[in-house]
């Protein structure tokens, strides 16, 4: 990433036609501040520089979230549901992984990769007994950075608000974005 100069942050903002007090609201910085950097006389913490990059990119319409991304049908299973009942809904929807729900709440993932090595004798048992570790969870509001840094290592991405889930996101919802 390369960082903006002061003269970089002054230009894109004069361009998006933000006063120094209205990035600085969007920011959550003070204005002054705002005027010290864009003067060269502070070098802002690097969190302190995201927020306000994250703040010209938001006003400039650039930053996608995760809440614009997921899909809020969410296709799961119960951990009390059977192996069967699990192969089923995959089978049905033509997904390879699901989340497994309680109550509203992530608590595990089912794949086919879980499953391949199950005998026929493993149909009747519970998906709790299979299941893998959960599908990482983020806010709406995290941006499409997080949400690629995630799959870059799982499958798919919970989307949540307190616990309670709101919809999904895959590589495949990521890749349709950004064509």
């Known amino acids: 990433m390369e960082l903006p100069t002061p003269a970089d ?4 903002r004069t361009e998006l036609g933000l006063t120094q007090s209205e990035l600085a609201d969007a920011a959550d910085v003070s204005q002054p501040l705002i ?15 995201r927020r306000i990059v994250e703040a010209l990119d938001e006003a400039e319409g650039e930053i996608v979230r995760a809440g614009d991304l997921m899909h809020e049908d969410v296709i799961t299973v119960a951990p009390d549901d059977t192996v ?14 699901l989340a497994v729900i309680k109550d509203g709440i992530p608590v595990g993932s089912i794949s086919e ?3 391949v090595h199950v005998g026929e004798q493993a149909r009747d048992e519970p998906v709790r007994d299979h299941m893998s570790e959960s599908f990482p969870t983020v806010s709406e509001n995290a941006t499409l950075e997080e949400v690629s840094n995630l799959l870059d290592h799982y499958k798919a ?3 949540t608000e307190g616990g309670e889930t709101l919809g999904i996101i895959t ?5 349709a974005r950004l064509s």
């Open 157 to 159: 991405v919970m989307v």
């Open 84 to 97: 069967s009942d699990a192969v089923r809904t995959m089978e049905r929807e033509a997904y390879s992984q």
């Open 35 to 49: 005027a010290r950097i864009e003067g060269g006389d502070v070098d802002p913490r690097l969190s302190t520089l």
């Open 171 to 175: 590589e495949a919802d990521v890749a």
């Open 113 to 115: 990769s879980d499953l």
């Open 9 to 12: 942050l002054r230009e894109r």
